[in-house]
């Protein structure tokens, strides 16, 4: 159709093939983290709406939306994913933190802790806390989720339980390109780690106690996966638990960032009020906020609730 048009019409010279979209938005740092307006109570958004593109994006908008509307109802406290459990809190957080200028797509590259935020352990990361504060899932699901972390954890005790030198190892497994230069113990853990050997070479030779781990196709799948990562992801430890505490650190929903006794700047406490961040993790993402004016921000809302506390 695109071609048919310079011949339609005249003296029209078609450039490039495309499409324009436009769509009307809410701009999304008007809502929380459970994306409910600060507006209006009781009032949820998700999908198109606040923003973003994409079926994905909208659905797991659409999951967060529904269960704290639910919550609220049932006068609960709010369902929020954070940046270090799940895609769905990047996105979320981006939005309501960041707002967007154009429409939002949730691309891997916008996730700080990518090796932790699997497929595989999506169940170990979520379920638990879907069942416990959502209510959203179901008894089978979190009867299976417990039956496999259970076994997860047995199944790495059970490798670290069995060790052996290098040498031996080489001669256990000869297709497997593990030097005999190292004087230490290798466990079966860290010899899974390499690409020739999965769980069923070792339950091969080792029957009695890896056999039902070998057996159990996903589990021996997951076990794989976590010793690959389990390097990278022990570095990552570290900053997840200071994103978390952060996060831990809410600030007042009604702080008037213009009248408070901090040392921030006039562009600063612009930038505060306009994105309305609910959490200091959130305010270090802001785009011009200096480390500084973090501190300074800190040890006001640390200095106003140690008062508050002991007005109290």
Known sequence: MQQAFP????????????????????DPRQLTASLESRLVQRLFFAGQINGTTGYEEAAAQGIIAGINAGLRVKGKPPFIVSRTEGYIGVLIDDLTTLGTTEPY??????????????????DSRLTFRGYTEAGCVSEERYDRASRMNATLEEGIEALKAIEFSCTKWAQLIPEATISTQRSSLLSALDVLQYQEVNMETLARIFPEPLKKFAEWRQLA?????????????SLQRADIEEVRQDEALQLPEDLDYFAINASLSQ???EKLDSHRPQTIGAVRRIPGITPAAVVNLLRFVKVNRQRAVGIK
């Open 105 to 122: 797509r949730m691309f891997t590259s916008r996730v700080e802790f990518r090796m932790s935020l699997r497929p595989d352990n999506a």
């Open 7 to 26: 011949t339609l019409i005249p003296l029209m010279i078609l450039l490039l093939l495309g499409y324009g979209v436009q769509y009307d938005f809410l």
């Open 267 to 269: 562009e600063v406490r």
């Open 221 to 233: 799948q997951r076990l794989k996966i976590e010793v690959i990562y389990k390097q990278p992801v």
